[in-house]
């Protein structure tokens, strides 16, 4: 797949490679990325929160027999980020084949999280990401010129060497959602209590514009173990949600934004 085009700058911002453009320095920072997986029903949720003495500040103290949650204190290339600066436009041929699967609803605490069949993917720079999962955030966790919209959605998509690229759309309040309409009232009651719908098939594409303008940094899970070298993709047009489906998602999970982070020498690029 064409990636960027013949820039030789902005081509070294090819996914994989920006942190090692960034400088000798940024590559003492450079650990090795760990394989989280998500929470599984019948799990019990990890004990850390988005408030108190269990919120985002104090990820990194938490887990310390193991240090399991070390780069959510130490690591230098974490997200969330403010979308402030934004380097060079550039050529993006990313292809996207999300197709209709039932899926897994699981409330797990942290967030509304929907897992998907396998076979709905990008192609991005000749390699395959799997959609693996989806979930909510309010409010958005990236901040657009220091402003957050009321939602974000993550698509986490994984390459076989276990590889992140998180696909972020945001949603304003506006028109009533129809797919939205229709998880929400599938939202299990139950924490950790996960729901298959075999009837009810959803495409990720459908929760996705089609305007793709997308911003791209390198980056970090946004929730403990904080992993880094995960590619986002953070489209610039938002999805419109109603303001009763915003208040329903509030019901359960009442906010889950982790803070922005610093960009310390990373740079964001759009791509379209
Ligand atoms: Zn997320």
Request: a negative charge; one cysteine or more.
């Amino acid at each position: 797949m064409v990636f960027l085009n013949s820039n030789p700058i902005l081509n070294h911002f090819k996914r994989g490679n920006a942190i090692l453009c960034l400088g000798f320095l940024s590559a003492l920072f450079v650990l090795p990325a760990g394989t989280p997986s998500p929470v599984r029903a019948g799990e019990p949720a990890e004990p850390w929160g988005y408030e108190g003495g269990t919120g985002p500040r104090h990820w990194g103290e938490m887990e310390q027999d193991h240090d399991k949650h070390i780069m959510c204190r130490e690591g230098v290339h974490q997200s969330p980020v403010d979308i402030r600066e934004v380097l060079g436009v550039e050529k993006l041929d990313l292809k996207s084949r999300y197709r209709e699967t039932p899926v897994q609803i699981i409330n797990n605490r942290h967030t509304i999280l929907l897992r998907v069949e396998p076979g709905s993917y990008i192609q991005w720079d000749d390699e395959r990401f799997e959609l693996i999962q989806f979930h909510f955030h309010h409010p958005s966790e990236h901040l657009l010129k220091g402003n957050a919209y009321p939602m974000e959605i993550h698509f986490v998509h994984r390459a076989a060497d276990h590889e992140y690229v998180v696909l972020a759309v945001f949603a304003r309040v506006g028109r009533e959602h129809p797919r939205i309409e229709k998880l929400w009232d599938k939202i299990p009651q139950e924490i950790d209590r996960e729901k298959t719908y075999s009837d009810e098939r959803l495409s990720a594409g459908d929760l996705i514009p089609d305007s793709r303008v997308y911003y791209h940094y390198t980056g970090s899970l946004t929730t403990p173990p904080c992993t880094e070298n995960v590619t986002w993709l953070v489209l610039e047009e938002p999805i419109e949600i109603s303001q009763e489906q915003l208040e329903h998602f509030q019901k359960h999970i009442r906010q889950n934004a982790r803070p922005v982070q610093k960009l310390h020498h990373r740079i964001i690029i759009e791509l379209k």
